[in-house]
């Protein structure tokens, strides 16, 4: 089963009633060695006694995400169901998201299943959180350089589409390069390996969804960042990241694969799109450049101290977590004839860190937020685009972010972070 095009809140017009679960972060954590896949509440272990049966977790009730799958009229012909489902799990129709358990994987595992889609297999270095779990067919605990372990899972289903999210981030991967560099090239190049054999071998398309980033780009210096139009994806692809390296590599050899598999029966459908920051309501990230927005509201929500790293005149562009849900929908559903490229960028808005000091103590007015900017983490900001240009996404797939920097906070944020912590 596949996303359709139109993704849109059941709720009506107000975008505060659109949002995407979320929790921890991309994929990082220990990594293990074996495997442990659990299907349907039943844990199949290879080799990790640890791996234990799941219990079912109801539905969250918050608003969410909706994607209305009628656009995929190949998907309405030939349901999955469960009552279809042979044991033989070689023929049921499937998709694979690594990294499952990060900010983005909580997300859009929630709205895929609310979409209809029941053959999820999701993999992530820990067992998954049971509500994420009670979402998917099967789940297992690997680690995705482990490629014994990544092709049992591929041998598992009929992989229609991947959805790569397991990465070391870019503050995280500046403290272990070599360790990122194995994680997001090594890892990802394996799993696009995997899904190319598996396409080839079923003469199909294996659909590969890669968030990139904007940490690709690499300004040269601030009056260049301040004066430079909204930045195409061709421009300025000099990172200053072990992170930003290895995410221009692999979209290099996501599009040379996908061209050179153009003619062939069988092959891999590489689809990326570079992410800035991502704000969510449901959870606070660790380990990225772009934290300092999200913890800035987190910790101001909490009663909490919030020294930023960055200084207030910095300026990088944001989306929300459910446009940026919603934007992996839209692009995964999209028509391979409607791409103009493989990788696309987004944006929504690109307020100062002081934008979003001034809106968090409109909200929390008594906010304790000050500005102590550690020269490390200031320069990688300084690196990336104050605005990106999406006009090839908004043009070839139709990304329509909902949410601008008002409707973030007054629509999405507040109500999401005030929700959660009335919850706890
Ligand atoms: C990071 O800060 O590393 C990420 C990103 C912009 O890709 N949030």
């Not at 659109?18 to 349907?40: F, K, Q």
């Not at 998907?75 to 499937?94: F, H, I, K, L, V």
């Not at 998954?128 to 979402?135: I, P, T």
């Not at 772009?290 to 200084?311: K, N, T």
Request: aromatic share 8%.
């Amino acid at each position: 089963m596949q996303w359709g095009d139109l993704i849109r809140d059941r709720s009506g017009p107000d975008p505060g009633r659109i949002r995407g679960e979320s929790g921890g972060i991309r994929g990082a954590g220990v990594y293990h060695a074996s495997i442990g896949i659990e299907r349907n509440g039943r844990a199949i272990t290879y080799n990790d006694p640890a791996m234990t049966p799941r219990s079912k977790s109801s539905a969250p009730t918050s608003p969410r995400v909706v994607i209305d799958m009628t656009q995929d009229a190949r998907d309405e012909s030939e349901p999955d169901t469960p009552s279809q489902m042979s044991p033989d799990t070689t023929r049921t129709r499937a998709i694979l998201i690594t990294g499952a358990g990060g900010e983005i994987g909580h997300g859009l595992i929630q709205a895929l299943q609310e979409a209809g889609q029941q053959n999820i297999l999701a993999v992530d270095l820990n067992p998954l959180d049971s509500s994420v779990a009670s979402r998917c067919r099967e789940t297992a605990v690997a680690d995705i350089r482990d490629e014994a372990a990544m092709a049992r899972l591929f041998a598992s289903c009929e992989i229609e589409t991947v959805y790569h999210l397991a990465a070391l981030l870019s503050s995280t991967a500046e403290k272990r390069p070599f360790d990122a560099h194995d994680i997001n090239v090594n890892g990802t190049v394996t799993l696009m390996r995997l899904a190319r054999e598996h396409a080839s071998q079923r003469n199909s398309r294996v659909r590969f969804l890669f968030p990139s980033t904007i940490a690709v780009y690499g300004l040269p210096d601030l009056p260049t960042k301040n004066r430079a139009e909204p930045v195409r994806e061709d421009q300025f692809l000099q990172p200053i990241t072990m992170y930003g390296c290895n995410k221009l590599y692999c979209e290099q050899i996501g599009r040379y694969l996908t061209w050179r598999d153009r003619e062939a029966d069988g092959g891999l459908d590489f689809r990326a799109i570079r992410f800035p920051g991502i704000l969510s309501a449901e959870t606070t990230p660790t380990g990225g450049t772009s934290d300092f927005a999200p913890l800035m509201i987190h910790h101001a929500a909490r009663g909490e101290r919030y020294a930023s790293f960055v200084d207030a005149d910095r300026t990088i562009p944001f989306v929300t977590m459910p446009d940026a849900i919603r934007a992996i929908g839209q692009l995964a559903a999209a028509d391979a004839k409607r791409l103009s490229q493989t990788v696309y960028n987004v944006g929504a808005f690109s307020p100062s860190a002081g934008d979003f000091a001034e809106k968090t103590r409109a909200y929390f007015p008594e906010a304790d937020i000050v500005f102590d900017s550690v020269a490390a983490r200031q320069n990688i900001v300084d690196s990336w685009p104050a605005r990106v240009d999406d006009r090839a996404a908004r043009n070839d797939w139709g990304y329509r972010p909902q949410h601008d920097f008002d409707a973030a906070f007054g629509s999405y944020l507040i109500p999401g972070i005030q929700r959660a912590i009335g919850s706890m």
